[in-house]
């Protein structure tokens, strides 16, 4: 059986290349277990081997060498909450960071908003990083969400997998770009409740084989 540990590592060195954070911003867990494997706080993805990613157990309790990321709380919140989610990615990519500065959601101004769970991407309120205030607003803004805004500091996603988790950041920062640009030009068309209810009917699914 593959090592989540080395996936891990190479989800979170490849965040960098997609345009998602730089230096040792962000974070990436993948659920194992009883609990999750996620990225240390502070180290550099490309010098991370296996032994560096601490495992924690719902509880909160740790086991490596290593500390984990100062965003450990609502990574093992949503791994309580939601199981169904098999990984958790943050990063400070720079358009999500943008609208999340404005503390404003994403209205429906695309259809492929609802690739998240809804009409909107909600902007979850301001609390600091690393703390139980942020989690308790990030878990507020998940509900029945794949991904949200968290203000005045950058995006969330969870995802089945780690493929997934790095797909949908990819996909949520495309769309904060787009929804930028477009609001250059002026205020972007909605799609209006029945038009969104479609799109999220014919997403139930999306993707699959």
């Known amino acids: 059986m593959a090592d989540p540990r ?15 954070n730089k230096g040792t911003s962000g974070n990436v867990s993948v659920r194992a277990g009883d609990g999750f494997f996620i990225t240390p706080t502070g180290l550099p993805y490309a010098t991370l081997t296996p032994e560096d990613m601490p495992h924690m157990a ?4 740790i086991e490596g060498r290593r500390k984990p990321s100062s965003e450990w709380r609502f990574h093992r919140d949503l791994y309580a909450s939601r199981p169904e989610v098999g990984a958790v ?5 720079p358009f999500a960071v943008s609208l999340a500065c404005l503390r404003r959601e994403i209205p429906p101004f695309h259809y492929m908003i609802a690739r998240f769970g809804g009409s909107t991407i ?8 690393g703390s139980q205030a942020l989690s308790t607003a990030t878990i507020a803004a998940m509900q029945e969400r794949k991904g949200c805004l968290l203000a005045n500091h950058g995006l969330l996603v969870a995802g089945r997998d780690l493929d997934e988790a790095l797909a949908l950041a990819i996909e949520l920062e495309e769309l904060c770009e787009q929804y930028w ?3 250059q030009l002026g205020q972007p068309v909605l799609l209006n409740d029945a038009e969104m209810a479609a799109v999220l009917e014919k997403f139930a699914g999306y993707g699959q084989q």
């Open 89 to 93: 990615l943050h990063a400070h990519s």
């Open 58 to 61: 719902l509880d909160g309790r």
């Open 6 to 20: 080395a996936a891990l590592i190479a989800t979170a060195c490849a965040m960098q290349p997609a345009g998602l």
């Open 122 to 129: 909600r902007c979850a309120d301001y609390a600091i990083f």
């Open 181 to 183: 640009r477009a609001c």
